[in-house]
């Protein structure tokens, strides 16, 4: 797990607060991706990153903003979260986004309560 | 569109039996499949994938998953379960566009 990390481990946050995550990648992979995990339900896809770019945003609510400054870091700022936004959030990583080679790997997760 | 159903959501194995987990998969053309494992509080881990060539594929920990294609199904097997082996188990397809389809887990549980 020590390719892709992730910090906070855990953070605690009010409705009305703004915080971030953070996701570094030590693996010189290319893509990134932010998946949320929820109890009882399949892991959901939020958002990806290739080079830098966004390819793709599965109808995310605007109260979480990406941000991916270069290929090793991505954010995820979230701002006037709700109850039901509690959840494990999960950063991976891959050498690109379809090749056969490409595997995703996957930090420890941030997990977050939203009170 | 893709899809992946694991039809268990618990699996009790004794320690040392062997250990299956079910994985149906549906997709257009060849499909990707993945494994990953997730011990409590951890990240996903990735244990093994069918990209194409032999239809049983090795992964890490003694996991081997078989591929068969006329059964739709990528089911996950070990010969000897140990009690470190209890996890929540994910069988994930991964689409044209590279994206990755989770099936809802399989909550593994190997009693000594």
């Known amino acids: 797990e020590t390719g892709v990390t992730q910090t906070p481990r855990h953070l605690v946050m009010g409705m009305t607060n703004k915080k971030s995550l953070k996701c570094e990648q030590h693996l010189g992979h290319n893509a990134m991706y932010w998946y949320k995990q929820s109890a009882k339900k399949p892991l959901e896809l939020m958002f990806v990153y290739n080079f830098k770019e966004q390819t793709e945003n599965n109808s995310v609510p605007s109260r979480f903003s990406p941000e991916c400054p270069n290929s090793s870091h991505l954010f995820l700022h979230l701002h006037t979260l709700q109850p039901e936004d509690s959840a494990l959030y999960l950063c991976?990583?891959?050498?690109?986004?379809?090749?056969?080679?490409?595997?995703?790997?996957f930090g420890p997760g941030t997990r977050l309560t939203v009170l | 569109a893709q899809s992946v159903a694991q039809p268990e959501d618990q699996v009790n194995v004794a320690e040392g039996n062997p250990l299956t987990v079910k994985c149906t998969y549906s997709v257009s053309g060849n499909p990707y499949l993945f494994w990953y494992v997730q011990y409590p509080n951890r990240g996903l881990q990735f244990l093994l994938k069918y990209i194409t060539g032999d239809n049983l594929v090795k992964g890490s920990y003694g996991f081997e998953a078989e591929f068969n294609k006329s059964q739709t199904s990528f089911h996950l097997k070990k010969p000897s379960a140990l009690v470190s082996d209890s996890a929540l188990y994910f069988c994930a397809v991964r689409d044209k566009g590279g994206k990755l389809i989770f099936g809802q887990g399989t909550e593994l549980s190997v009693k000594p």
């Open positions: 991976a990583s891959s050498q690109g986004l379809a090749g056969d080679t490409d595997t995703q790997y």
